[in-house]
């Protein structure tokens, strides 16, 4: 029976040792270096922290849950839902939190993965990594920004131990986690400045609790909430051929995004600050109900014009306005382009996987890279999506682990590895989709890179990576039954 190492315990690692184990692999070691499950989820406690698919979608298909509070789960309650598996699935014993890995190297004479952690070593026949993609804050390199003289800290690593109420706050961004924050904050800060670099598409978001008797329902008639849960996945899969092949379908999210800034603005020049030049969807498209009636309260001010610097005591634009701050929150997003960051993956004749991705990261079907035998990636390169759930798509992916190591078992093969000319037609295909998809329609936008490549996109309806990653492609991957010597 083979053995397995997993990296990350976020829903990928924890996904990952169910759905080996309930394939029948027992021998999973996940390793987290927080020291709670939950990745993302566990990182990101700021105020207003949620997520912005509904809960019915954001859950483990083989495990729903009927008690979540609300449409759109807040942070903490996530956390405690994945947790909750992990227990309940009889892995939370396998994962090793406080436990980083530095290093992972595959070992050609014995096929075997051999990783370095801060714990100490471990082998594994088969590495899987569950990094995610909005792991590494993102933090700009604005100059004075070391001379604040208050407190300054990422979104992702907010200072609980800092008080926000009766301050002067200065938000720079006004992505995904600006819009969580500002409202969050803005009843109780002194004074909110909003730093925005350009404005983003939002479309309502529809959020509300769910009643004691919709928990009951959901509880006594699981169908219910599957049939929610398909609607949601149906409405999420017409998003993406809008943003892919359909672009007519764009129309409608436009007049509606619009209809929103309209309906919450009456002031000619902040409607004028919020309106985007961009397509909708180039851009991460942001569901909020609250963004826009909170950037009209009399404490909260818009800033379109570009940081010039960070003062001791403030920020300076570029026009010479310096507007005091006490605390400093840099929502400024997350380096995405990394996969497995900062960790270092080495394949065979010793080639790293920085290395290999030096120009793009490439994987085929997001998952497989070319002379890493045995290695998995999850939520890997291009498989994110402007809609949708990753949780669907790490399910999806863990299923092709499996039958890849179905595949090996069959063959009594120790290593399995894809193919290079495989891997080369997916991404000539991969590219050819995404040149015509909204991301490559001028917008400046954390997918594509300096270079005009795009790393992260799939380009295509999430049942399409789900029926593409359901079994193995005939001649995709070699199977090798002797030691691997290349």
Known sequence: MPSFAVVGAGFGGVGAAVMLRRAGYEDVTVFERGERVGGVWHDNTYPGAACDVPSHLYEFSFAPNPRWSRRYAPQAEIQAYLEDVARREGVLHRIRTSTEVQRASFDEARAKWVLETSAGAHEADLLVTACGQLSVPSVPSLPGLDGFEGPAFHSARWRHDVPIAGKRVAVVGSGCSAIQIVPAIQPIAAHVDVYQRSPGWTVPRLDGPYSERAQRLFERFPLVQRLDRQATFGFMELGALALTSRPRLRAPLRAVGRWQITKAIKDPELRQKVMPADEIGCKRMMLTDEWYPTLTR?????VNDPIREVTPSGIRTDDGTERPADVLVLATGFKTHGFVAPMEVLGTG????AQEWSELARAYLGMSVPGFPNLFLLYGPN?????????YTIEAGVQHVIEAVHALERSRAKTIEVRRDAAAGFDRELRHALSTSVWHTGCTNWYVDENGNDPNQWPWTWSTYRR???QLAPGAYELDRGAVSR
């Open 468 to 470: 593409r990653t359901a």
């Open 383 to 391: 498989t994110n999506g402007g809609t949708g759930s990753v949780i």
């Open 298 to 302: 009399a404490n909260v001010s818009l």
């Open 350 to 353: 010793g080639r790293s996987l």
